[in-house]
């Protein structure tokens, strides 16, 4: 993984060809990975009201405020889940060291298949084929599912998806893919463009009890990952830092050399 601090900037080292120094370089360019905060953001189904609320404290004349609060479940919009979320003891929110929130992004695109599916599950074979063709996944690396479903958030209902069965229905991670970056590739974290690591008609969220469970991190309601390449590009991942927090609002930057 690639240490960020003050030894990694001073003028007398000379930099590695993957550090920030060739990242921020002419012709890069940064996609945000972040939906906006709203009122009109899905949320997790339960009550018909959004749980978001910003009230505004002083407006300019135009009405636009000079100062506003606002409240909002951690989980909310495009939200980090710390290691506690899913194991007791584990680091909250402002207790994930620095040094992981910065790594290669892995992109698994799974778009046809959760067109087709829409319970998909990434697999471990998914895995070991993008591995077939980019080289095995490093370790500190944040593993993104790329399934379209960002797509739907501006639909409202059809985001979370919920059938006639009464489970929701949206493409997330599966055990043996979850198992197989926590024992086998030592990543940083994963995330997904949908409501949930796990699946959406999974029982249990195993893939949380295993990834949040080992001291990794989740990246979930990620924003259109289409502008991404499978391989190449380096997340920043910007956590709201709450003070025990079990995760918080997080503001996603993916630098594309």
Not at 27 to 49: E, F
């Amino acid at each position: 993984m690639i240490a960020i601090g003050a030894s990694a900037c001073s003028p007398t080292d000379e930099a590695p060809a993957d550090t920030l120094a060739t990242l921020f370089a002419d012709g890069m360019t940064v996609v945000d990975l972040t939906h906006a905060v709203s009122a009109d953001a899905p949320y997790w189904p339960g009550p018909d009201r959004s749980p978001f609320r910003h009230d505004t404290l002083s407006a300019h004349a135009d009405g636009a405020p000079s100062m506003a609060a606002y409240s909002a479940p951690e989980h909310f919009g495009t939200h980090f889940d710390a290691p506690v979320h899913g194991g007791m003891g584990l680091a909250s929110v402002d207790r994930v060291p620095t040094s992981e929130l910065f790594g290669p992004a892995i992109v698994i695109d799974v778009t046809a298949s959760a067109a087709s599916d829409e319970d998909y599950a990434v697999t471990a074979d998914d895995l070991r084929a993008w591995e077939s063709e980019h080289g095995p996944i490093p370790s500190g690396a944040i593993v993104l599912m790329r399934s379209g479903w960002a797509a739907r958030w501006e639909q409202g209902d059809p985001y979370y998806n919920r059938g006639e069965d009464g489970r929701l229905h949206f493409p997330g991670f599966g055990e043996d893919a979850a198992r197989f970056l926590v024992e086998e590739r030592d990543v940083a974290g994963i995330g997904v463009d949908t409501g949930s690591v796990d699946p959406g008609n999974a029982r249990g969220f195993p893939a949380h009890g295993i990834v949040n469970g080992s001291g990794r991190y989740h990246l979930e309601n990620l924003a259109d990952l289409g502008s991404l390449p499978e391989a190449g590009a380096y997340l920043i991942v910007a956590p709201i830092k709450i003070e025990g927090g079990s995760g918080g609002q997080v503001r996603v930057f993916a630098v594309v050399p």
